[in-house]
Structure formats: C-alpha cells, structure tokens
C-alpha cells in the first residue's frame, strides 16, 4: 500500500470525518450483518459520512483504486497490511486478530498464534513461540507486580481496552508448566437484542419486575454478550440502578436512562459471594452476575430474585431443563426440596443458545431454546417433574418457548445453516427426524 501504509480510518479521524465512536460503530456493525459489507457503505448508511464528502477526501489525499478497495474491504482503521517477521509487540498480534475477524487469539509455547474465526481454530503462518516470546508479549499488558502474582496463583484474568483496536478478555494459564494465553476481542459497542438475533420475546422477558433470568450455553456460545445486550436493553429503556459482577469486566456500559455499576473480581471485590452479600445495601433494581458458580453465589442469588430484584445471570447447561437440575444439585440433600419451592418462585425464563456455523461459512448464526416460567412450569419444578417441562417448551410456541431442535429446524429451513449441523448440535435427533 502506498504512502507509507497510511491508517485511512486514522485520517478521516483526524480530519474530522468522522469521530472514533461512529468508527467503532461503525466496525461492529459490519461484523454483525448478515451479509459482509463494504465498511464505506456502512459509513454511509449510517450517515455518518456524504458520498461527496467521503469521495473528496479519498480525492484530496490521492489514494489509488487498489487503496479505496483495500479501505473497503476491511475495517479501515485497521487499513494497513499485517506483516509480522518478529514478536515483537502484541498489539500486532492483537491488530491481526481483528484484521481476520477473528474471536479469539491462542497463544502456547510450540506452535504459531491460532485464531478462531467463524467458531473454526486456524493456524497462523506465524513462526512457533518460544517461553521467552510468550511472557514478554504478557508483560506488555501486565505489569510486573501482576506478573508474580499470576506465578504464585498460576492464574490470571483481566481486559483491557486498546484506543485504536478494540476491547479484549484475556486468560493466561499454565500448560505442560509453560505460558499460554486466550485472548478475546470484545466490540466496544454493544450490539442489540435484534442484531444478535434474539427471538422478539426476549424483550417481554427482560420486562419483567423481578426475579432470576438464566442465560446458559457452552464456553464460546455468546452469553457473556447476550447479558451486556439485555442490560444494554434496559440501560435505554428504563430508569433504573444496575449492578454488574464480573470476572474480569467485559463489555463497558455508559450510564443512559439508568445508572451502572460494574464491578469487577480482584479489583473492587473479593469473590462474587461477597459482592452479592453486599449488594441490596447498593440499593439495585438489576443485577448483573458473570458467572453463578458456587453454592452461596446461587444461594443469595435467589434471594436476591425472590424479593424483587431482577438477577441475570449465566450457567454453563447445554438445555433448559439441565439448567434447573444443576442449581438444585449443588444445594446438599436436605436443603434440595426447599430449593425447588424456591426456585419455582423466583424463576422468570431460561435462555439456552448455540452458536453454529453459518451455511456460507462467513459467520455464525444463533440458535435458542426459551422457557418461561408458567404456572405450569413453576409447578413442576416444585414437584419435581422436570421431564414434563419440555413438553410444555414444545408446545407453547403462543408463548414464545420453543426447544433447541425447533430453533435449529426452522434456521434449517430458511436456509442459514446445513443439514448436518441439525445433528451435531442436538441431544434430540429423533424430534429433528420429526419435524423434518
């Protein structure tokens, strides 16, 4: 590229084009279409940008027809080619995740960086990495009091936040006793219920006055950013006060119609236990919770939920029903039928969801099951009767439950994933062979 690899988003920037917000914008909605745009196309859509404006400045600068396709092709903050002969600074490791439209990052000692693009790993054409490589691109993010903190518990979360790039969650771990890191590219903003594609019923549960709203999935399924998008939601709509509990803190909420607070493990709190105990002195209408993933965090959760707040959290259950069982497993056995009375009361909805493979491989497409606490529901998990729950998710579509098979078959016949992928994801393939 010409003029020195010029960084064109960085120039209509600094014209005063545009401002590095409806960049960022602007990014995030190219990567949630459906189809790939032509990031100059969604400057003017968004109106962001005239086509005489944007046509004079590319004029004035004398960029070259190979220039303005390249700058359209790919997001143009990040117009410059990525070229790395050596390890030297992680932030081009970081730039090229995002150049590829990648998830997520690896880095392990033995083989080139990895990226996850579209929920598929493909291997850079990077040299190996080395021991020495690997820590010094973690001491680029981490200071050294950090760095032997993580040596003495030999784990270590956090995010941080790169201007020009994006927002990142980053996992360093031990392996085989040597340094590797998982490293996730967060979009600054928040994408909206619609363009995750959510079912339309998500807002009359998120509605709701109080109780517990589950997200639950497998690690890498979205539900991190499913949660930021139902508090995004209601940071819009609604006037009221919102507290996060994260590990680390993913997405950054602005205060809107409501207050936030985030807070965030191992900086301004000890452990989500001690946060939520806590919390009803923080005088909260929402809360927020990471991660439910120990018997007390789900205990005063449900305390929580039972007298009016709104909790939202995440389980790590494949289906609905599971999602249930597991809360009510982890209470011992003579608090199990006390739970159950409990959690009828406080139960609102579970939202359980894929993310699989689009049909043109491009990105990926979601893929739910929604229950609703009914008083039929709600009777079920008092007495026990679990099993019966999905029958009532398979005929209650009027009420916008449906199981996973249902959502994957109707995905199916619209054409956005293949055949296959109906098996693969489902506990159930004699329901699919049925409604196919």
């Known amino acids: 590229m010409n003029q020195q690899r010029r960084l064109i988003g960085e120039e209509l920037i600094r014209e005063g084009l545009i401002s590095e917000e409806q960049l960022f914008t602007a990014l995030d909605v190219q990567r949630l279409s459906e189809a790939w745009q032509k990031l100059g196309k969604v400057l003017l859509d968004l109106g962001y940008v005239s086509a005489d404006v944007l046509n004079k400045f590319l004029k ?75 820590q010094e691109l973690l001491l680029q993010l981490i200071s050294r009091e950090t760095f032997e903190e993580f040596q003495g518990k030999k784990e270590l979360d956090f995010s941080l936040s790169i201007p020009d790039l994006s927002r990142f969650r980053i996992n360093v771990y031990l392996q085989r006793g040597t340094l590797s890191m998982a490293i996730r590219a967060i979009p600054y903003r928040i994408p909206t219920i619609e363009e995750l594609t959510l079912p339309p019923i998500v807002k009359d549960i998120i509605n709701v006055r109080g109780g517990l709203i589950l997200i639950t999935g497998a690690n890498g399924m979205g539900k991190s950013t499913t949660l930021a998008s139902l508090v995004g939601y209601l940071n819009q709509t609604k006037e009221l006060n919102i507290i996060t509990i994260e590990d680390p803190i993913e997405y950054i909420h602005k205060h809107q119609l409501s207050t936030i607070d985030q807070r965030e493990l191992g900086k301004d709190t000890l452990s989500f236990e001690e946060a939520l105990k806590h919390v009803v002195r923080q005088d909260p209408d929402v809360v927020m919770i990471g991660e439910m993933r120990d018997l007390e965090t789900i205990r005063t959760a449900l305390t929580l939920a039972e007298t009016g707040h709104l909790i939202l959290a995440t389980l790590h259950t494949l289906d609905a029903v599971h999602a249930i069982n597991r809360i009510v497993d982890v209470f011992p056995q003579n608090e199990k039928e006390q739970t159950r009375v409990q959690l ?57 439950m449906h199981t996973m098979p249902q959502s994957l078959v109707t995905l199916y016949k619209k054409e956005l994933i293949v055949k296959d992928e109906l098996f693969k994801r489902c506990q159930n393939p004699d329901e699919i062979k049925a409604l196919l």
């Open 344 to 400: 009828s009361m406080a139960l609102e909805a579970v939202i359980c969801q894929q993310l699989l493979p689009a049909k043109d491989k491009n990105k990926r497409i979601l893929a739910t099951e929604i229950l609703r606490a009914t008083d039929s529901v709600r009777n079920l998990i008092r007495t026990n009767q679990l099993p019966q729950i999905y029958t009532i998710m398979q005929t209650s579509s009027q009420l916008g």
């Open 60 to 134: 004035e600068k004398k960029y070259t027809e190979e220039d303005v396709s390249f700058v359209e092709a790919i997001p143009v903050s990040l117009a410059e080619e990525i070229s790395i002969t050596q390890y030297d600074n992680v932030r081009e490791l970081l730039r090229m995740m995002v150049c590829q439209g990648a998830s997520d990052l690896h880095l392990r000692v033995g083989v080139a960086p990895t990226l996850r693009i579209n929920g598929i790993i493909k291997k850079t054409p990077l040299a190996p990495l080395n021991p020495e490589t690997v």
